[in-house]
């Protein structure tokens, strides 16, 4: 099975701008893998902050946008804010109903 | 307001069966896929299973296949969870969630969760 791939850790400054990515073991990550973004701060349930690449949600932040780059599925995060500061994972599907969290990328703001 | 809310967690043995449930609201329940994905304490987020609106397509992720069965009443506005064979690796917070379309699998609202814990 397929590994998906996100870093670890990140930390971003108040105000800056970060980006996290999600890769796949099997190749570049397209639209095909219907990548979605996920937030999870401390002892909440997570929250889907985008779909299908780059589909927002009445309540996703208008700071946070999803794309595809360099063969990753990204999630761009401009002007921080400490209240962003959470657990972010990715989704992947390979097969049909066989999708794949990645590993999970901690933000910090700092 | 779509409200997904989880029940049937709780201690059991290893070996035992659990049955989970997650009562849905605020939306037309038999028009969407819906799923189950759970999370070890302190580890990721792990997708177990989906289902498809007439319950015609059901899937699995290895770790379960086998052992787990998912299931929905639509007349009840219900998703369920059956367990069986637990071991101590299943100890994890269980989440139900509304997929976004009929045929679909990632999750899209969130349930708050269910805690399973396999202990003897």
């Known amino acids: 099975q397929a590994v998906v791939i996100q870093e670890p850790s990140l930390t971003v400054s108040p105000g800056g701008t970060v980006t996290l990515t999600c890769g796949s073991s099997?190749?570049?990550?397209?639209?095909?893998?219907?990548p979605y973004w996920f937030q999870q701060k401390p002892g909440q349930a997570p929250r889907t902050l985008i779909s299908d690449v780059s589909s927002k949600h009445p309540w996703t932040p208008a700071r946070f946008s999803g794309s595809l780059l360099g063969g990753k599925a990204a999630l761009t995060l401009s002007g921080a804010q400490p209240e962003d500061e959470a657990d972010y994972y990715c989704?992947?599907?390979?097969?049909?109903?066989?999708?794949?969290f990645g590993g999970g990328t901690k933000l910090t703001v700092l | 307001e779509v409200q997904v809310l989880e029940s049937g967690g709780g201690l059991v043995q290893p070996g035992g069966s659990l049955r989970l449930s997650c009562a849905a609201s605020g939306f037309p329940f038999s028009s969407y896929a819906m799923a189950w994905v759970r999370q070890a304490p302190g580890k990721g987020l792990e997708w177990l299973s989906a289902i498809y609106p007439s319950s015609d397509h059901t899937y699995y992720a290895d770790s379960v296949k086998g052992r787990f069965t998912i299931s929905r009443d639509n007349s009840k506005y219900t998703l369920y969870l059956q367990m069986n064979s637990l071991r101590a690796e299943d100890t994890a917070v269980y989440y139900c969630?509304?997929?976004?379309?009929?045929?679909?699998?990632?999750?899209?609202?969130w349930g708050q969760g269910t805690l399973v814990t396999v202990s003897s």
């Open positions: 969630a509304k997929t976004l379309g009929v045929a679909a699998t990632h999750p899209g609202y």
């Open positions: 099997a190749g570049a990550v397209t639209s095909g893998h219907f």
């Open positions: 989704l992947l599907s390979y097969f049909v109903g066989r999708p794949v």
